[in-house]
């Protein structure tokens, strides 16, 4: 949900004490919190690294969860799938996300990542190719 404000113009009152400066925002309801977002055509702003702990989980989460199949300690991904008790479709969504690019992955490990990034976005099925990924999820390479 997005929602904004109508930029208006400097307001003095008329002892000359206070101005109302107005200025166009727009708000992105993202996860429970409102965050800012800035105007079309201007630079964005960007507050301090927020870690988004549901994007690092699964990440940690896809890669445990490969190791796991990989050294054998499960025959199978619906094997694992019912010894972590989450679903197999799930379960593999999850395990594409070791197939991120690298730099997307230390974003995301660092706060770096885009502030509208979410983790639905990440399980949508993404190219193999990393230039493509960036693409598919920023619209740029």
């Given at each position: 949900?997005?929602t904004?404000?109508?930029?208006g113009?400097?307001?003095i009152?008329?002892d000359?004490?206070?101005a109302v400066?107005?200025i166009s925002v727009?708000?992105?309801?993202?996860g429970?919190?409102?965050?800012?977002?800035?105007?079309p055509?201007?630079a964005?702003?960007?507050p301090a690294?927020?870690?988004d702990?549901?994007?690092?989980?699964?990440?940690v989460r896809?890669h445990?969860?490969?190791?796991?199949?990989?050294?054998?300690?499960?025959?199978s991904?619906?094997?694992?799938?019912?010894a972590?008790?989450v679903?197999?479709s799930?379960?593999?969504?999850?395990l594409?996300?070791?197939?991120?690019?690298?730099?997307?992955i230390e974003?995301i490990?660092?706060?770096?990542q885009?502030?509208?990034?979410q983790?639905d976005?990440l399980?949508k099925?993404?190219?193999?190719?990393?230039?493509?990924?960036?693409?598919?999820l920023f619209?740029q390479?």
């Amino acid at each position: 949900m997005t929602t904004g404000a109508q930029a208006g113009k400097a307001q003095i009152s008329k002892d000359g004490r206070t101005a109302v400066v107005s200025i166009s925002v727009s708000f992105l309801q993202r996860g429970g919190r409102k965050q800012i977002l800035s105007p079309p055509g201007t630079a964005p702003w960007s507050p301090a690294p927020r870690v988004d702990g549901a994007l690092v989980k699964a990440v940690v989460r896809a890669h445990r969860w490969r190791q796991m199949l990989e050294s054998g300690e499960y025959n199978s991904s619906a094997e694992l799938a019912k010894a972590e008790k989450v679903n197999d479709s799930y379960l593999s969504r999850i395990l594409r996300l070791t197939l991120i690019a690298p730099d997307i992955i230390e974003a995301i490990l660092t706060g770096r990542q885009l502030s509208t990034l979410q983790l639905d976005d990440l399980l949508k099925p993404l190219p193999a190719a990393w230039e493509l990924q960036h693409f598919a999820l920023f619209g740029q390479q």
